[in-house]
């Protein structure tokens, strides 16, 4: 770490800040998009529900109307709802639970359409006998009201043949062979055709009370058919009118002496036979119906309570996802603020340490104090300005080492040309002759001395000038221009 350089240490750094921050967004992303996939198999759900309820309308158009069309809408109602609980369960729902769900859907989804197609066949078997009482209905109403229409004709014939009869004298009616031959000899004639008449007028109003009674059956028949065969009052009006209707039937028979009345009798009660025979297995149809229908609302609501806990349970999941994607947003974001500030403290410390290292020693070789040392084993950009400031200042210290001999060997120079200066005060007696030249010469050795000792001074200066000036930014590393300077003043010329 010590050796990488300081943009790779922030970049570094940095790179990590981001990549927690992503892993955060990451997180965050993750428990959405459960989030979204929870939501939209809940609305797959709702859209099951959806599909019960068209079932359920198609199943209810057709227990009223009795349509193909309702039933083709329930069966496409079906169909889609398998489909999307097959593609939920194989595609979508990943827990076990939710497939099990799923299957127990489909299974109830299976149950329904069997006893729903129950009901339908049930439904055609009712409408065949319906059509075979029709046909019974029909042939009690042709064959009775052909006998009522005869009879009441062969009233008419018995009336107008009395009105004549009536008007003809008692010798006539004697005289009359053809009607003689007709009447019994133990009645008067007048009597046996009352009594024809009475006879013929009470099988009209037999005709017209069978046809009453059977009109009130069909009542019942219609008011039973309305309550589905459970409405017991109406189940005893529609058998007791048959009953009496048949029973009048039975009793006309023997008394029909035309054979073609006779079969008509015959097929009259052929028809009532019919008409209770399907009666019964339409009450019988009722009761398989009844039954088939309470098989097919449990397997309807059996469909309905499993989409309905499974839509709970997405619910719940979508509660917990929600719950699960909070904490694990909080936590990323936690560590990443905590691992984000361990990251900033340590990369901060490392770089302001050296720094205050380097500013340290920077202050004591400004203040003067050469033999200050700076220890940093890094080899970052900070490593190597504490490089360059060590590389200053033992510069500096050979430039500060040359200086002062050269300060050394100015001195050096001073006590000689002092020496000189006694030694020849003292031979001054010797050489009177030439005192003003010697005079002259002090004077000018003097000046030079002062001279020397004002350089001395001023090396001394530059010498500080520079320690100053290597604290401010190493100007001093070129001190050997400075050194020549020096020495040019030294030799007083030499560099003119």
Same mark, same amino acid.
């Given at each position: 770490?010590? +050796?990488? &350089?300081?943009?790779?240490? /922030?970049?570094?750094?940095?790179? /990590?800040?981001?990549?927690?921050?992503?892993?955060?967004?990451? =997180?965050?992303?993750?428990?959405?998009?459960?989030?979204? *996939?929870?939501?939209?198999? %809940?609305?797959?759900?709702?859209?099951?529900?959806?599909?019960?309820?068209?079932?359920?309308?198609?199943?209810?158009?057709?227990?009223?109307?009795?349509?193909?069309?309702?039933?083709?809408?329930?069966?496409?109602?079906?169909?889609?709802?398998?489909?999307?609980?097959?593609?939920?369960?194989?595609?979508?729902?990943?827990? =076990? #639970?939710?497939? $099990?769900?799923?299957?127990?859907?489909?299974? $109830?989804?299976?149950?329904?359409?069997?006893?729903? *197609?129950?009901?339908?066949?049930?439904?055609?078997?009712?409408? %065949?006998?319906?059509?075979?009482?029709?046909?019974?209905?029909?042939?009690?109403?042709?064959?009775?009201?052909?006998?009522?229409?005869?009879?009441?004709?062969?009233?008419?014939?018995?009336?107008?043949?009395?009105?004549?009869?009536? *008007?003809?004298?008692?010798?006539?009616?004697?005289?009359?062979?053809?009607?003689? #031959?007709?009447?019994?000899?133990?009645?008067?004639?007048?009597?046996?055709?009352?009594?024809?008449?009475?006879?013929?007028?009470?099988?009209?109003?037999?005709?017209?009370?069978?046809?009453?009674?059977?009109?009130?059956?069909?009542?019942?028949? +219609?008011?039973?058919?309305?309550?589905?065969?459970?409405?017991?009052?109406?189940?005893?009006?529609?058998?007791?009118?048959?009953? $009496?209707?048949? &029973?009048?039937?039975?009793?006309?028979?023997?008394?029909?002496?035309?054979?073609?009345?006779?079969?008509?009798?015959?097929?009259?009660?052929?028809?009532?036979?019919?008409?209770?025979?399907?009666?019964?297995?339409?009450?019988?149809?009722?009761?398989?119906?009844?039954?088939?229908?309470?098989?097919?609302?449990?397997?309807?609501?059996?469909?309905? +309570?499993?989409? $309905?806990?499974?839509?709970?349970?997405?619910?719940? &999941?979508?509660?917990?996802?929600?719950?699960?994607?909070?904490?694990?947003?909080?936590?990323?974001?936690?560590?990443?603020?905590?691992?984000?500030?361990?990251?900033?403290?340590?990369?901060?410390?490392?770089?302001? *340490?050296?720094?205050?290292?380097?500013?340290?020693?920077?202050?004591?070789?400004?203040?003067?104090?050469?033999?200050?040392?700076?220890?940093?084993?890094?080899?970052?950009?900070?490593?190597?300005?504490?490089?360059?400031?060590?590389?200053?200042?033992? &510069?500096?210290?050979?430039?500060?080492?040359?200086?002062?001999?050269?300060?050394?060997?100015?001195?050096?120079?001073?006590?000689?040309?002092?020496?000189? =200066?006694?030694?020849?005060?003292?031979?001054?007696?010797?050489?009177?002759?030439?005192?003003?030249?010697?005079?002259?010469?002090?004077?000018?050795? %003097?000046?030079?001395?002062?001279?020397?000792?004002?350089?001395?001074? %001023?090396?001394?200066?530059?010498?500080?000038?520079?320690?100053?000036?290597?604290?401010?930014?190493?100007?001093?590393?070129?001190?050997?221009?400075?050194?020549?300077?020096?020495?040019?003043?030294?030799?007083?010329?030499?560099?003119?």
């Amino acid at each position: 770490m010590k +050796n990488l &350089k300081l943009r790779v240490k /922030l970049g570094v750094g940095f790179s /990590l800040v981001l990549l927690l921050t992503l892993l955060v967004a990451l =997180s965050g992303y993750g428990g959405l998009q459960a989030l979204a *996939n929870r939501l939209d198999k %809940t609305q797959d759900m709702a859209m099951l529900d959806e599909l019960v309820s068209q079932v359920m309308r198609a199943e209810m158009g057709f227990i009223i109307h009795r349509d193909a069309k309702s039933i083709a809408e329930n069966q496409q109602a079906l169909d889609a709802l398998r489909k999307l609980a097959q593609l939920d369960r194989d595609q979508k729902f990943n827990a =076990s #639970d939710d497939k $099990a769900q799923m299957d127990e859907v489909l299974a $109830a989804a299976d149950a329904y359409q069997g006893s729903f *197609n129950q009901f339908v066949a049930l439904d055609k078997q009712f409408q %065949t006998r319906m059509a075979r009482i029709r046909e019974a209905v029909k042939v009690v109403d042709q064959e009775v009201g052909s006998m009522q229409s005869d009879q009441a004709k062969t009233l008419l014939d018995q009336i107008a043949e009395l009105a004549q009869f009536l *008007n003809v004298t008692s010798d006539q009616i004697r005289g009359d062979r053809q009607f003689k #031959d007709k009447v019994p000899t133990d009645r008067p004639p007048l009597t046996f055709k009352l009594e024809r008449m009475d006879d013929r007028a009470g099988k009209v109003n037999l005709m017209s009370r069978i046809l009453l009674l059977f009109q009130d059956a069909r009542i019942g028949e +219609n008011e039973l058919f309305l309550s589905q065969g459970r409405d017991e009052a109406s189940l005893r009006r529609n058998a007791e009118g048959v009953r $009496a209707a048949r &029973k009048i039937v039975q009793d006309l028979m023997p008394s029909f002496k035309n054979p073609t009345n006779q079969e008509r009798g015959k097929r009259i009660m052929a028809s009532f036979d019919l008409y209770e025979q399907e009666m019964r297995e339409i009450m019988a149809i009722f009761k398989q119906q009844e039954q088939t229908e309470q098989l097919m609302v449990a397997n309807r609501r059996d469909a309905e +309570n499993k989409i $309905a806990a499974t839509v709970e349970g997405q619910k719940r &999941k979508a509660a917990l996802q929600i719950d699960d994607s909070g904490r694990v947003i909080v936590a990323a974001s936690v560590g990443a603020l905590l691992l984000g500030w361990m990251i900033a403290l340590f990369l901060s410390n490392f770089i302001v *340490n050296a720094l205050v290292k380097g500013v340290a020693f920077a202050e004591r070789i400004a203040m003067g104090d050469l033999s200050a040392t700076l220890v940093m084993e890094q080899k970052d950009e900070i490593g190597q300005l504490a490089h360059a400031l060590k590389g200053m200042v033992g &510069k500096l210290r050979e430039v500060i080492g040359e200086i002062t001999s050269a300060a050394e060997q100015v001195a050096a120079g001073s006590n000689e040309i002092s020496n000189v =200066s006694q030694e020849l005060s003292r031979g001054a007696t010797g050489q009177a002759a030439s005192i003003e030249q010697t005079s002259a010469a002090m004077e000018e050795m %003097t000046s030079s001395i002062i001279q020397n000792t004002d350089n001395a001074n %001023t090396t001394r200066t530059i010498a500080q000038q520079a320690a100053r000036d290597a604290a401010k930014g190493g100007e001093a590393v070129e001190a050997p221009d400075s050194r020549q300077m020096l020495l040019c003043l030294w030799e007083e010329g030499a560099c003119r």
